[in-house]
């Protein structure tokens, strides 16, 4: 099989005027290095696509692909994971990974609390804030209150001042995080107890856990982007013990489920103060560095290899669209392609 690789290269922006916060989530070479290596060696052919302006490109061009591994996160939007999805769908090219619908949700922590809690999943109170004058009713909540923009990964917008303890504190950073992110943001109750991230492959019925661990971030810090970029200095990270394993396993399966989502991915939670475990966040495309990002690393903990988990990765994609071990498109796709636009 052709497998061609969609991705979103740091230094491809900051060469080009991009900011460090806009390229926040985006990934090093040696990422796409790592991903590509297991592929060949899993014995799949590799070309390397690049970013969305690069992939219209090389499909007004005519290239095809018999899958796309998308690991692309996208720039600008809050449908910014949904684009490359988007526009393999239109294409017929089958790709890794979940389509745009369930991206976009995922990435809107708020309609992701929507979809979980209506499935039964635990979620701690919260509002979304478009403006300031949302912020007149807080009955319904108690402070103190994590505040962060709703649709932002890689703990993009939080800070130590996201935990607000009153009304004028609350206001003031929904008014700078309104300004500076231009989405809504997103208002919780503080979750004080444990954190933990697990990781999830496959789907539905047959979507089964690779494990999990514990985060702790020094000093209560919260788990933001520059704690990320220097956990090792921040952060330990272990192996979820028995007393929370079977409570962390139930939330992320019955949040994966829920949400729909695909191949593999990270579902995060919390604690609240009654020790009940709270569905955080979703994450179907999930970091793939192989020694740092919280995925490869919690399947390392829990005695999966980062080749096998591409591994699982690429067979669950295969199996949904009833692909095999072929190194040539299969008839019925090919026909697609050809009539598709620009083909």
């Known amino acids: 099989m052709r497998i061609g690789l969609t991705y979103d290269l740091r230094s491809w922006y900051l060469e080009r005027g991009y900011s ?20 060949l060696r899993l014995g799949y052919n590799t ?14 061009a005519g290239e095809r692909w018999d899958m796309v591994f998308n690991i692309a996160e996208g720039l600008y939007g809050d449908g910014r994971e949904s684009v490359v999805p988007a526009l393999l769908d239109q294409y017929r090219i089958p790709y890794v990974f979940s389509g745009p619908v369930i991206m976009g949700v995922s ?8 979809v979980v809690k209506a499935a039964g999943v635990p979620v701690c109170p919260g509002i979304i804030a478009n403006s300031a004058s949302d912020l007149d009713d807080l009955s319904s909540l108690e402070f103190p209150l994590f505040v962060k923009p709703v649709a932002e990964g890689t703990g993009k917008g939080i800070t130590p001042k996201s935990l607000v303890r009153d009304r004028r504190s609350l206001m003031i950073l929904v008014n700078e995080l309104l300004a500076v992110y231009n989405q809504p943001v997103l208002i919780e109750e503080y979750l004080p107890g444990r954190e933990f991230t697990v990781g ?8 089964k856990v690779t494990g999990g661990m514990e985060v702790i971030c020094r000093d209560n810090l919260p788990y933001s982007v520059e704690v990320k970029e220097n956990y090792e200095n921040f952060v330990q990270y272990r192996v979820y013990d028995d007393v929370v394993r079977a409570e962390c396993d139930a939330v ?5 489920r829920a949400l729909g989502a695909v191949d593999a991915g990270r579902v995060d939670m919390k604690a609240d103060r009654h020790g009940r475990m709270c569905f955080i966040e979703a994450n179907p495309l999930a970091g793939l560095n192989p020694v740092h990002s919280d995925l490869p690393m919690l399947s390392r903990m829990n005695g999966m290899e980062f080749g096998t988990l591409i591994e ?32």
């Open 252 to 256: 992320a399966l019955k949040a994966w």
């Open 200 to 207: 999830v492959t496959g789907q539905g019925p047959e979507a």
């Open 47 to 60: 070309v390397r696509i690049g970013n969305i302006f690069e992939l219209v490109e090389k499909l007004a």
């Open 107 to 114: 990435l809107n922590k708020y309609l992701a609390r929507l």
């Open 20 to 39: 460090m916060d806009e390229t926040a989530e985006f990934d090093k070479e040696e990422t796409v290095v790592a991903i590509e290596d297991e592929l």
């Open 312 to 343: 699982l990765i690429m067979d669950s994609a295969k199996k949904r669209y009833g692909l095999k071990n072929e190194r040539k498109v299969p008839d019925n796709l090919q026909r697609a392609c050809i009539q598709c636009p620009a083909g």
